[in-house]
């Protein structure tokens, strides 16, 4: 599915077209009713495996003690905490939706994290930091739920020092044939299921499903990346480009 032939006022929510004014608090929605039960979900959904690739991701961040990490669309927390944990200096937790941010906030007393580490109910698209206030900038599996991707993307550039570098892992497309199938049935017949039956929330979790469907693939994210004014981008894939990590630079 793409984006050929559709208004400039309207964008994806899911399979669906729908209003860009309307999006965000439709994503709004969808958050807040799977928050209480986010990090079950994760770990059915992706039978544990997103425990691996956030792994991964908050090693390619690498973070170090004189660093400031902005983790966009931080949630529940798993990127935020792991970076502190891996000796970040400071880590700002951002994300747009309170309820995503009252279960972070309550996980990072539960861990003795609270040092070191901020909340910021923000909307990645308009930031309220300064320009050139970080060294660090991350989003996981946040950037396709955002109504204007390119505006992401400036942002984060804007708020970079030189020299700062920005790390993307999201959702991307399967590039081993023969699973596409079997993938495409555990997205759409298998994960709806489990929404309905844990999280009481059927369509939320076929949006999600669909939503990894509409975001661009690596070379098109890669693309945006180098438009947005980041500089020497890259990608790794992860389980096959199930997900893919996208990093740039602030030159």
């Known amino acids: 599915m793409t984006a050929e032939g559709r208004s400039p006022d309207s964008t994806d929510f899911g399979f669906r077209e729908v209003p860009r004014a309307a999006k965000a608090g439709l994503v709004r929605q969808v958050f807040e009713s799977v928050a209480p039960r986010y990090d079950l979900m994760n770990d059915l959904m992706s039978l544990g495996v997103h ?125 081993i044939a023969p699973l596409v199938p079997l993938y495409d049935a555990w997205s759409f017949r298998v994960l709806p299921e489990i929404g309905a039956r844990v999280a009481r929330d059927r369509a939320a979790y076929e949006y999600l499903a669909e939503s990894i469907r509409t975001f661009p693939d690596q070379e098109t994210l890669a693309a945006m990346m180098r438009t947005a004014g980041l500089e020497r981008v890259a990608y790794r894939n992860l389980s096959g480009g199930i997900v893919a990590i996208h990093t740039g630079w602030r030159l």
Do not use: Y
């Open 51 to 175: 425990r691996l690739w956030k792994r991964a991701f908050v090693a390619a961040i690498g973070a170090s003690p004189r660093e400031t990490l902005l983790d966009l669309a931080g949630g529940t927390g798993d990127i935020a905490f792991a970076a502190l944990e891996r000796g970040a200096g400071r880590v700002i937790l951002s994300d747009v939706n309170p309820a995503m941010l009252e279960v972070a906030e309550g996980r990072a007393l539960e861990r003795g994290l609270a040092a070191g580490l901020s909340f910021l109910c923000a909307d990645a698209e308009r930031l309220p930091l300064p320009d050139r206030s970080v060294e660090k900038v991350s989003i996981a599996f946040g950037l396709r739920n955002c109504t204007d991707k390119d505006a992401v993307l400036r942002e984060a550039r804007r708020v970079l020092r030189p020299g700062g570098r920005f790390h993307c892992l999201e959702f991307s497309r399967l590039e």
